[in-house]
């Protein structure tokens, strides 16, 4: 399948700094990506959705003024967390659209980065 | 977009098949299911979909009942390296609805592949 890298695998910061995860889709064009949010023991939520060369749309109870995104080319979508706090410490997956796949689509997702505010 | 239900969680002993179950009883007649799984701290792989006829490929099959109202994803041969929690999730076409590209996660269902 398609490979989609996040990078840092993790980070630690201080609160009230900016922390940026890049998400890039290695060996396919991505027009979306989609970011999510995972806490421990809970399942995957979908934080905002990724569109080449025009705004995110961010899901319900998503500030977009905390978490910007920016979708810059068709492999490179990164997530900024603004002035992070320690409630904001989570694991981050991006997944990127494999179009190429035809009208069925396929995401293929990133490894993740761990987050960690203190 | 249709419901899934699944398991909490199963057991199956390595190199034993492990068949896990979905219900979709509210799925409509274009969207597809997908199934995801996830090893603990990575992110979800992708394992297989389908939307009426039966699927295989390298890692696992898909059965999807006549009626389309439940599935089961089906690993041959478990192996200690397939444990994790497997996501069934339905989806319509993305051509047909907007936003329909979202995947939408559930709790799935954790495997434990016992040695």
């Known amino acids: 399948g398609a490979v989609v890298s996040q990078h840092p695998s993790w980070v630690i910061c201080k609160s009230g700094t900016s922390v940026k995860i890049e998400c890039r889709s290695l060996d396919f064009q991505a027009t979306t990506m989609f970011w999510y949010r995972q806490f421990p023991k809970q399942s995957l939520m979908l934080m905002a959705t990724?569109?080449?060369?025009?705004?995110?749309?961010?899901e319900q109870g998503v500030e977009k003024d905390k978490f910007l995104i920016n979708h810059a080319s068709l492999t490179l979508s990164t997530l900024t967390v603004t002035s992070a706090h320690p409630e904001d410490s989570s694991f981050y997956i991006c997944s990127a659209r494999d179009q190429g796949a035809g009208r069925t689509d396929t995401q293929y997702f990133g490894p993740g980065t761990r987050l960690t505010v203190l | 977009d249709a419901k899934t239900t699944q398991p909490t969680s199963m057991d199956c002993a390595e190199g034993r098949a492990a068949n896990l179950p979905c219900n979709h009883s509210?799925?409509?007649?274009?969207?597809?299911v997908y199934w995801y799984r996830q090893i603990h701290s990575q992110g979800p792989q992708y394992i297989i979909h389908g939307l009426k006829n039966n699927e295989t490929n390298e890692m696992a099959s898909l059965i999807i009942t006549e009626d389309r109202k439940s599935s089961t994803l089906i690993l041959p041969h478990a192996t200690l390296r397939d444990t994790a929690v497997y996501y069934c999730?339905?989806?319509?076409?993305?051509?047909?609805?907007?936003?329909?590209?979202?995947?939408?996660f559930g709790q799935g269902t954790r495997l434990t592949i016992n040695p």
């Open positions: 999730i339905v989806r319509p076409p993305v051509f047909l609805i907007q936003g329909a590209q979202k995947l939408v």
């Open positions: 990724s569109n080449e060369g025009s705004k995110a749309t961010y």
């Open positions: 509210t799925i409509s007649g274009n969207e597809y």
